[in-house]
């Protein structure tokens, strides 16, 4: 119930900053990376590869900079 | 709120440090010695706050890989060359470039949550004692065992280290070498960091030289993402083992107890 609250409180008050991040070309990693757990780590959209972790591995892919 | 009208305001011990409300330059600082696989996505991370840094300083600590090549592709970047091979000398060189109110440092692995610098500045600005800062690390690559041991060491083992080391002993502070954020007055009035330290030790040697002369908090709203590679590489016991020798050692001898460490990059 916590964690529900929690992730609820969140998702109102972290929205305009997602939505920032995300015009500056970033986005919420968690969904996309296993390796990341947690809403407010956030990744460059274009490093985002099926497969790899963008957030244990920032490793520049040649479309990521 | 009577700090409001008043830029200064005179700390406890007569030190006037910017306060409530007064924008506060903050310079970023990321020390990379061989980071170039993890230096990207810290960068970015930093990129994307919601409070922008005014400053991302990144030291390029005696790499032989590509960290200054990819370091120098990421706009806003200011990078600076170190040669001297040395965790607490690239800090301190960092120290010396950086031109803000408020030196924010963190490793090459970590990941800034999407607010961790506005909620620095939050702190700064509200408290005009605060000298320094620092908070715990999540980590984004460990097992759920991993994860939950440093959670619980967080609410249990850590408040109570710190209620005996600074508020009962005084004798220094938890201090987390990878995620902390400093007045530049502060530290250059400690002399900037001990750069006769090779590295493990060198947080608590900075928490406790700047717990003497003001403030230090430890928030867990300011707690940063970071890697487990270490304890992966070395074991959870052994660099529990390590980290808690050194901050004894240091706290009662004023020095760390290891002078080498292993490098754990991967």
Known sequence: MLTLLLHARDAIVMRPHYAVAYARGYTTAFGHDRAAMARDLVVRRSQIEPGRSVVADGRPSGRGL | MSRTA???????????????????????????????????????????????????LVI???????????????????????????LVVARETGRRHATGDILVYLDADCRAPLTWIARIERRFQHDADLIALSGPYRYYDWDWSGRALIRAYDFTVAPATQLLVKHILRIGTIFYGGNFAVRREALDEIGGFDTSIEFHGEDTNVGRRLSAIGRVGLFHDCYLHTSARRYIAMGKREVFRLYIRNFVSELLHHRPKDTAHMDIRI
Do not use: M
Request: one cysteine or more; a negative charge; aromatic letters at 6%.
């Open chain 2, 60 to 86: 390029n600590n005696a790499s032989t890989d590509d960290t200054a090549a990819v370091a120098a592709h990421i706009p806003f970047v200011r990078l600076i060359d170190e040669p001297r091979k040395g």
């Open chain 2, 6 to 56: 008043d830029p200064l305001a005179e700390g406890c011990d007569g030190r006037q440090y910017s306060s409530w409300n007064v924008p506060l330059r903050i310079s970023v600082i990321v020390c990379a010695h061989n980071e170039a696989r993890y230096l990207p996505a810290c960068l970015h991370s930093v990129l994307a706050q919601s409070r922008q840094p005014d400053e991302l």
